[in-house]
């Protein structure tokens, strides 16, 4: 199949994953874990990563294939990491499960290794996109942990 075929399967169900998310009660489920999680950063962090992906989408259509590409999608590959473990941990349905398990797991598993195979990407270049795609999944629970408490501290304070 083509690849700029598959990135816009993975731009469509990446849509989708936000939609079951926010239906399925992703906000609640989170709160269980972290009490102070606003609607609203659920909706801006959402919709940066929706940009990330349209930005990682075109890029591909303009063949312009880059070590951006390959971050997004182990970002996509990190995620459902997230949403699936849980679930099978747990072993009932949690919020993101389904199109994590049967979108972004074995999609982005493919796109991965259609680049490397492809010599699309170096080892060097798989292993910068892995960590990459880390930083840019941490970036939410940075916020989370770190800076909304730095920020609120001084917010409180005044």
């Known amino acids: 199949m083509n690849i700029k075929i ?20 992703w906000l609640d489920y989170a709160r269980q874990f972290k009490s102070d999680i606003k609607k609203s950063e659920f909706v ?22 880059s070590v951006f590409n390959l971050s997004v999608i182990f970002l996509i590959f990190l995620n459902s990491l997230i949403h699936i ?18 979108g972004y797991f074995p999609l982005s598993i ?4 259609w680049h490397f195979i492809r010599e ?10 892995f960590l990459t795609g880390l930083l840019l999944m941490s970036i939410p629970f940075i916020f989370q942990g770190v800076i909304k408490k730095i ?3 001084d917010k409180d304070s005044k």
Do not use: C, Q
Not at 85 to 102: C, E, H, Q, W
Not at 110 to 113: C, L
């Open 110 to 113: 493919w796109v991965i290794f």
């Open 151 to 153: 920020f609120m501290k």
């Open 85 to 102: 473990m849980p679930a099978v941990i747990l072993r009932k349905y949690t919020p993101g499960f389904i199109s994590a398990l049967i």
């Open 120 to 129: 699309e990407v170096s080892v060097v270049g798989l292993i910068l996109s």
């Open 6 to 25: 598959i990135y816009l399967i993975i731009l469509i169900i990446s849509i989708a994953h936000v939609f079951e998310e926010y239906f399925t009660g």
């Open 44 to 65: 801006v962090i959402n919709i940066l990563f929706l940009i990330l992906v349209i930005i990682s989408t075109l890029l591909i259509f303009f063949d312009n294939f």
